[in-house]
């Protein structure tokens, strides 16, 4: 089967780091996404990693590593509107699938 | 605003009975993709259309339908509803059918069934 797996929460203050890591289990792999959702949003896309390595996008990194099936999502200068769940998604089964993490929830504190 | 529209936002209903989920994707984008999302499932991908055909399935229960239409609008039919099939309704358009292009989510359908 497949299987994403995400820490529950995280906190962190205004100006900091945070990394969110997601480790998956995937019959075929075609690359990890990143997804935001604010309480009562839709989830808006932030990065996509189909080879190994750091794609960076503004404040926000992303982070793969396909022989450790892991992958890390790095957000800078924490603001508090960053303050939402964060998703990793990958797409498997040759393309069939995408399956998305059970989602970590950051909290931005003052 | 990702340019996807979803209709209704709310849609309130009995079990047993049927509702049909419309999404307009943004102008230009072919591919179309239904996702469902509850407290206890998380996000669920259903299936994907791809300019009128469908390019992938995935936890899409046999109660479920899907379509998309010439005009690549799409409409997720759902019957013999049952009291677990309430949950927030996405839907995500793209340009092209991969996995590299970026999806753009509409507001989403909010659907109680009683």
């Known amino acids: 089967g497949q299987s994403l797996e995400q820490p529950s929460e995280v906190t962190a203050v205004e100006g900091a780091i945070v990394q969110i890591n997601c480790t998956y289990q995937?019959?075929?792999?075609?690359?990890l996404s990143w997804y935001q959702q604010h309480d009562g949003g839709a989830p808006t896309f932030l990065s996509y990693?189909?080879?190994?390595g750091l794609e960076e996008t503004g404040r926000f990194s992303s982070f793969l590593s396909r022989s450790d099936s892991y992958g890390y999502l790095l957000l800078q200068e924490l603001q508090m509107k960053d303050s939402a769940s964060y998703f990793c998604?990958?797409?498997?089964?040759?393309?069939?699938?995408?399956?998305f993490g059970p989602g970590t929830r950051l909290s931005v504190l003052p | 605003d990702s340019g996807v529209t979803q209709t209704p936002k709310h849609l309130i209903t009995a079990t047993g009975q049927r509702v049909t989920l419309r999404c307009s994707p943004r102008?230009?984008?072919?591919?179309v993709y239904w996702y469902q999302q509850s407290l206890d499932q998380g996000l669920q991908f259903l299936i994907q259309?791809?300019?009128?055909?469908?390019?992938a399935k995935g936890n899409i229960l046999e109660r479920f339908s899907a379509q998309q239409f010439p005009d690549l609008h799409s409409e997720l039919n759902l019957s013999s509803l049952e009291l677990g099939d309430s949950a927030l309704y996405f839907c995500?358009?793209?340009?092209?059918?991969?996995?590299?292009?970026?999806?753009?989510f509409g507001p989403g359908t909010r659907l109680t069934v009683l």
């Open positions: 995500a358009s793209s340009t092209g059918p991969t996995s590299t292009d970026t999806q753009y």
């Open positions: 995937t019959s075929g792999f075609y690359g």
């Open positions: 990693n189909a080879l190994d």
């Open positions: 998604a990958v797409r498997d089964n040759y393309g069939q699938n995408f399956v």
């Open positions: 102008s230009g984008d072919l591919s």
């Open positions: 259309y791809y300019n009128g055909e469908e390019r």
